[in-house]
Each structure stands twice: as structure tokens, then as C-alpha cells.
């Protein structure tokens, strides 16, 4: 069974320190991982790896993939309040006949304090 | 610039009652999808269709059903609501290219009393 572990659960910081958010998997014949934001509403997109060793930046924060280990990290350097959020970890396991089914893990609730 | 939109927002129903979610897209997408999100817990996939006319059972499909008649549309329906239905749901579309993610709505918070 495809199966995706976040970790830690729950995470309070506070403004401007640095954190490191983890994904381990297990997945049949691997396609990608994404990670997504989610405040209050919906998942909002933030990167797809489908390379080992390839670091993904935006801003403040970055991920990076190693396929041998099976695991992803997410980096959020200087937080900010409006980093407080669960963040998703999502598995795409290849499927012949195409489709994306994800496979989410529980998610990270990330909370950043003034 | 709509994306996913799903309507209600939120609904109460009482057990037994039959309510149908509704999901429409405007980025002509191919796949569209339906998780559920329980407290505490990441998205499980409940039903997805690859195309006009396909649909396809995910993880949890049980006391759900789903068509697709138009591409835009995906519409989830239950038939006979029961408290463990109570959840949040949302819809989900991308194109089914490998290099594209999925784009969500903003969720259907649904309690069965």
C-alpha cells in the first residue's frame, strides 16, 4: 500500500527562525511528490520534484527530493506569520493509463508567532 | 479568473438525506477528482475521472457516486448521508500531464447530524 509520513505533526516558531518540514514514502513505481500550502481553504500548489538532488526555490522557501532514501524536505528560512499553515506532502505513484492519483500524507500544521 | 468552484460551502444535513456536492472548472481540464479531508488527517482520494464519460473509484468511494457528463463539470453525490460522511470535501483538477499539479477548490465543509 502507497503510504506517505509527515513530520513533525505540529510546529510552533516563531518570526524569523528557520525550519525544515520532512516527508518519507513508500510508493510504488514513483512518478512525483508535490508539496502543497493550506491555510484555511484550499490546497494551494507550492512544488513538484521528480528528481533526486535537484533543489526547487521560491522565495523564502525551498525542497529538495532523494529518491534513494525516499524522502523530501521542505526549507522555510526567515518565517514569517503568514507562514502558518499545514503544509501537504502528496505522492504521485505512475499508473499506467495515465492519472494523478495523490497520495497525501497527514500534513505538518505550522504555526509562526509574532 | 474562477479556477475550481464548488458549491455549497458548507451544509448540514440529516442522516438519511441525500445531497449532491457540485464542482465545475474553467481551465479545461480532462481530470477531475474528489477527496475528503477528516480533522487531523491529509486527503483521501474518493472518486476521479480521467475525461467526459469516465469515472473511476479512488480509496474511499463507498456511499458515494459521481458522473461526468461535460467536462467542466463533476458533480458528487451521496445518497443516503451518514455521520461518518461528515467531512470536508474538495475537488481537484489538472490537465493529467506528469509535469502539471493539481488545482483545488476552496472545499465543501459538510456536517450529517
Known amino acids: 500500500e502507497d503510504k506517505v509520513v509527515q513530520s513533525p505533526l505540529s510546529l510552533v516558531v516563531h518570526e524569523g527562525d528557520t525550519v525544515t518540514l520532512n516527508c518519507s514514502y513508500e510508493?510504488?513505481?514513483?512518478?512525483?511528490l508535490l508539496w502543497y500550502k493550506q491555510e484555511k481553504k484550499a490546497p494551494t500548489f507550492l512544488f513538484m520534484l521528480?528528481?533526486?538532488?535537484i533543489e526547487k526555490k521560491s522565495g523564502r522557501l525551498s525542497s529538495i527530493l532523494d529518491k534513494k532514501e525516499l524522502f523530501s524536505i521542505l526549507n522555510i528560512t526567515a518565517t514569517q506569520t503568514g507562514d502558518s499553515a499545514v503544509y501537504l506532502c502528496a505522492v504521485v505513484p505512475y499508473l499506467q493509463g495515465g492519472s494523478e492519483k495523490l497520495v497525501f500524507g497527514k500534513g505538518t500544521k505550522l504555526t509562526v508567532n509574532p | 479568473n474562477a479556477g475550481v468552484t464548488q458549491t455549497p460551502k458548507f451544509r448540514i444535513l440529516k442522516i438519511g438525506q441525500s445531497m449532491t456536492l457540485q464542482c465545475t472548472q474553467d481551465m479545461n481540464h480532462n481530470y477531475m477528482y474528489w477527496y475528503r479531508q477528516d480533522p487531523g488527517m491529509g486527503l483521501k482520494l474518493i472518486y476521479y475521472?480521467?475525461?467526459?464519460?469516465?469515472?473511476d473509484k479512488g480509496e474511499v468511494p463507498n456511499g458515494y457516486n459521481v458522473s461526468r457528463s461535460t467536462t467542466e463539470d463533476f458533480p458528487l453525490r451521496l445518497e443516503l448521508a451518514a455521520p461518518s460522511q461528515t467531512s470536508v470535501y474538495f475537488c481537484?483538477?489538472?490537465?493529467?500531464?506528469?509535469?502539471?499539479?493539481?488545482?483545488f477548490g476552496d472545499g465543501t465543509r459538510l456536517s450529517i447530524l
Open positions: 510508493v510504488t513505481n514513483f512518478r512525483s
Open positions: 521528480t528528481s533526486s538532488g
Open positions: 481537484a483538477s489538472s490537465t493529467g500531464t506528469s509535469n502539471q499539479p493539481q488545482h
Open positions: 475521472s480521467v475525461g467526459a464519460g469516465i469515472t
